[in-house]
């Protein structure tokens, strides 16, 4: 199985400020044939199911802000919030569509500091 | 507007067994891979299962091979979840999940979920 691992378990931010939130898997999750790479973000807020914010790790779902944006490839990939604001506050998850299972990340919880 | 609405999460014994449903609307439900994810309290997101649009092709986690089984009625636009030989770590909220096309595409709506509590 792939093994998603996020960083930080938990971020402080103030508001207006940026949020970073890091994302690692244990194999590349970039397809070669269409170079494409099979990760995407999600924000769960309290009570809530998760939304899709990013896909093919840069790909913003229609509607979301354009203040969240994702970054990397291969192994290693980022989400940026680049003005935080209170109701960013929420627990996200990157995911891997690359292979079954697909795994999440244990999940970042985002604050105001 | 999509609508994932799922039932049958109860309180049942370790060793028991429920059947999860997923009633979908508002798009061509047969054209779309589905997946169940579980969220245990206070945890994160497990990926448990994931089906074809035409429920050709099953997929399961490591953790529930076995014992849970995706299944789909295309013609009544459902999803299922069979859970046999229940543990105590299978409590958890149980979404029904769609794809954003095929089996290669991410999830891009969910359900509201549905609560299942293993205990005696």
């Known amino acids: 199985d792939i093994v998603m691992t996020q960083s930080p378990d938990s971020l402080a931010v103030s508001l207006g400020e940026r949020a970073t939130i890091n994302c690692k898997s244990s194999?590349?999750?970039?397809?070669?044939?269409?170079?494409?790479?099979?990760l995407a973000w999600y924000q769960q807020k309290p009570g809530q199911p998760p939304k899709l914010l990013i896909y093919?790790?840069?790909t913003r779902e229609s509607g979301v802000p354009d203040r969240f944006s994702g970054s990397g490839s291969g192994t290693d990939f980022t989400l940026t919030i680049s003005s935080l604001q209170a109701g960013d506050v929420a627990l996200y998850y990157c995911?891997?569509?690359?292979?079954?299972?697909?795994?999440f990340g244990q999940g970042t919880k985002l604050e105001i500091k | 507007e999509e609508l994932l609405l799922e039932s049958g999460g109860d309180l049942v014994q370790p060793g028991g067994s429920l059947r999860l449903s997923c009633a979908a609307s508002?798009?061509?439900?047969?054209?779309?891979?589905m997946s169940w994810v579980r969220q245990a309290p206070g945890k994160g997101l497990e990926w448990v299962s994931g089906?074809?649009?035409?429920?050709?092709?099953?997929y399961y986690a490591g953790s529930v091979k076995g014992r849970l089984t995706i299944s789909r009625d295309n013609s009544k636009n459902t999803l299922f979840l069979q859970m046999n030989s229940l543990r105590a770590e299978d409590t958890a909220v149980y979404y029904c999940?769609?794809?954003?096309?095929?089996?290669?595409?991410?999830?891009?709506?969910w359900g509201q979920g549905t609560l299942v509590t293993v205990s005696s």
């Open positions: 999940a769609k794809s954003a096309g095929g089996t290669n595409l991410p999830i891009d709506y």
């Open positions: 508002g798009f061509t439900f047969s054209s779309y891979a």
């Open positions: 089906i074809s649009g035409s429920g050709d092709s099953t």
């Open positions: 194999q590349s999750v970039l397809y070669s044939s269409n170079n494409k790479n099979y």
């Open positions: 093919w790790a840069s």
């Open positions: 995911q891997q569509y690359y292979t079954t299972p697909k795994t």
